[in-house]
């Protein structure tokens, strides 16, 4: 009976260990061959930061076109604003008329305000994944902040349901990035 086992355990042992070799082998061409060669080519790290930013804006121009049930992007504004007629109270989604008000009311009912609203989507979701990116950060160094600072209202955006959840992962992905860049930029992490 004994000798059955120990005859399983050593027919198994292979290829577990091909399988862990085959995982880690993958693991390291995804983290570290892909985004930076090993540290070879650290300007890869920022290229790849830089399509995440635009893969992700796609993803949220998605969540701005098909605004339904809980998730979306969402402004809030600050209780504490210079301008207390700016806004609402309460939260309320962001649509295509968020950037340019102004301008929308101005273009109703012509092809301005068509071209306005297409203009209007895709600058959206550009900036929550400007904004999504770079919201990880430490103390004072903040560049989400930073970029949020730019905004001529004061607002801030927020995301709810499965946008949540992308925009959380992306900036885990972002930073990951980032990190990788400064490392291999300034470091030699591989030697």
């Known amino acids: 009976m004994v000798q059955g086992k120990d ?12 399988l862990a ?12 061959e892909l985004p930076c060669g090993y540290g070879m080519v650290p300007s ?7 399509l995440l930013i635009l893969g992700f804006s796609l993803i949220y121009m998605v ?11 969402w402004v809030t504004w600050p209780t504490d604003r210079v301008y207390q007629e700016e806004g609402a109270k309460e939260a309320t989604r962001v649509t295509t008329t968020f950037f340019f ?11 301005g305000g068509v ?16 904004l999504s990116a ?27 349901g499965w946008v949540r959840t992308v925009s959380g992962l992306q900036s885990l992905l972002s930073v990951y990035s980032l990190a990788l860049w400064v490392l291999t930029y300034f470091g030699r992490p591989f030697e």
């Open 134 to 160: 770079f919201s990880i950060g430490w103390r004072e160094f903040s560049v989400g902040t930073w970029i949020a600072r730019v905004q001529p209202r004061e607002y801030v955006l927020r995301a709810t």
């Open 21 to 32: 070799g085959k995982s880690e082998s993958l693991f390291n061409y995804a983290l570290f």
């Open 7 to 18: 005859k399983y355990l050593k027919d198994t042992r292979p290829w577990l260990e091909k």
């Open 44 to 50: 890869r790290a920022l290229a790849s930061l830089g």
């Open 115 to 130: 071209l306005l609203r297409g203009v209007s989507i895709p600058l959206i979701g550009l900036y929550f994944s400007l």
């Open 63 to 73: 969540a701005l076109l098909a605004a339904r049930g809980r998730a979306g992007i």
């Open 101 to 111: 008000p102004r301008l929308q009311a101005l273009a109703t009912g012509c092809w």
